[in-house]
């Protein structure tokens, strides 16, 4: 079993930043992949980016590369999400989730790879 928690969300202006945490208990932390996704009103959950249980690879959607980091902390047992450059585009509940049965390198981007997924945390972007 895997619980995780996000944070960090708020309301941010256009071009603005902010950084999400994913902290996460259970399971030994350094075993699994985390992903990020994000779902906003009325559209379906899609997938931002992950990290590999190894932390060595990262895997971003098209609409966040070069904008989006994720990076985890071990000794934390917490992944983060660095957003910049916000665009009101972005405006959606982020969640976080455990993948606990990929390979050490996968960075997993579907949602069936994903066991266990956090609560969500609201990000806005104002225009």
């Known amino acids: 079993q895997v619980q995780l928690f996000e944070s960090g969300g708020g309301l941010v202006q256009a071009g603005g930043s902010l950084r999400l945490s994913c902290a996460a208990s259970g399971r030994t932390f350094n075993s699994y992949g985390v992903g990020w996704f994000r779902q906003a009103p009325g559209k379906e959950r899609e997938f931002v980016g992950s990290?590999?249980?190894?932390?060595?690879?990262?895997y971003y959607s098209d609409s966040v590369k070069g904008r989006f980091t994720i990076s985890r902390d071990n000794a934390k047992n917490t992944v983060y999400l660095q957003m910049t450059s916000l665009k009101p585009e972005d405006t959606a509940v982020y969640y976080c989730?455990?993948?606990?049965?990929?390979?050490?390198?996968?960075?997993?981007?579907?949602?069936?790879?994903?066991?266990?997924w956090g609560q969500g945390t609201q990000v806005t972007v104002s225009s």
């Open positions: 990290i590999s249980w190894s932390g060595v690879r990262t």
């Open positions: 989730a455990a993948d606990v049965s990929g390979s050490y390198h996968h960075t997993p981007v579907t949602l069936h790879e994903y066991d266990f």
